[in-house]
């Protein structure tokens, strides 16, 4: 393994954890990882400080499914509704750990939910989270956290929705970057955990460019003794759609690209638009 690799190892795997099924989808992908790559699983629940100076206005009220009946929203009652909640992430990480035999801690913080999980990811190697929390219809878009997620994690960047988790094949976009060399290896590194499919969508002007980059391609996945089936496919644009129906006709089961590959307005539309995992790689 060289340098590069080795600084690019995951170690550390944060799941930020609330009540919503993608939260519990991304936890179960997050165990996996964990157990695969001989990682520690961190998990964090953040008690909304919004929430709690919503719940002491005097005015708040709380809207209860399917939104016909309505009651009084006080300050102790959600500090109730969220113990609650960091006990039932906490008993969740517990039960996927201990199934998987990997090392896991979890701890419970209070502010806002974004600055709070940006911290935490400081110090972890990939940060795993839902693509948004609690949602009513299968298809959302990304919500806050994992938006901001996405524009300011320091670390690597895993999203999942409900029921929606890691399979193959891996599809990963390459475009000769720093960047998106990580993403080939954290591609590969998937790939070769589930049936060693592998799609890579090379970015390129001309096609002599994008045979100049599948080179460079294998020999980057010839460090690594994995048995992958390769499938290659040339790209001239870097559009959210282009990039989207591409990854769709290739039956994406999990995404991998660059952080810089798109600017933030386009990766958060193809974000928005797609339905499997996405992993953004810094």
């Not at 989808?25 to 001989?38: H, I, P, S, V």
């Not at 035999?101 to 400081?122: C, D, K, N, Q, T």
Request: proline share 2%.
């Amino acid at each position: 393994m060289s340098k590069q690799d080795e600084q690019h190892t995951i170690r550390r795997i944060l799941v930020a954890l609330d009540a919503s099924h993608d939260s519990l989808t991304a936890l179960e992908a997050a165990a996996d990882l964990a157990a695969t790559l001989g990682a520690e699983l961190l998990g964090l629940f953040v008690e909304d400080a919004s929430l709690l100076r919503l719940a002491g206005l005097p005015v708040a009220r709380e809207m209860r499914y399917p939104f016909i009946a309505s009651g009084r929203l006080n300050r102790a009652g959600m500090e109730r509704a969220l113990r609650a909640q960091a006990e039932q992430a906490r008993r969740a990480i517990a039960a996927a750990g201990k199934r998987r035999h990997v090392a896991w801690s979890f701890r419970v913080v209070r502010g806002e939910v974004a600055s709070e999980v940006l911290e935490a990811a400081m110090e972890a190697d990939l940060l795993t989270l839902g693509k948004a929390s609690r949602p009513i219809i299968r298809s959302v878009r990304v919500g806050s956290t994992a938006r901001a997620a996405t524009e300011g994690a320091p670390c690597c960047v895993l999203m999942l929705q409900r029921d929606v988790g890691i399979q193959p094949p891996v599809v990963v976009i390459y475009d000769g970057t720093s960047t998106g060399q990580k993403a080939i290896t954290m591609a590969a590194r998937l790939a070769g955990q589930q049936t060693g499919d592998l799609s890579v969508l090379i970015l390129a002007d001309t096609l002599d460019e994008a045979q100049q980059l599948r080179a460079g391609v294998a020999d980057l996945l010839r460090r690594w003794d994995l048995d992958l089936k390769v499938r290659y496919r040339h790209l001239t644009g870097a559009s959210s759609t282009t990039l989207t129906r591409a990854v769709q006709s290739e039956g994406g089961g999990v995404l991998v690209l660059g952080g810089t590959i798109l600017d933030q307005e386009a990766l958060q539309r193809l974000l928005d638009a797609v339905d499997c995992p996405v992993m953004v790689v810094r």
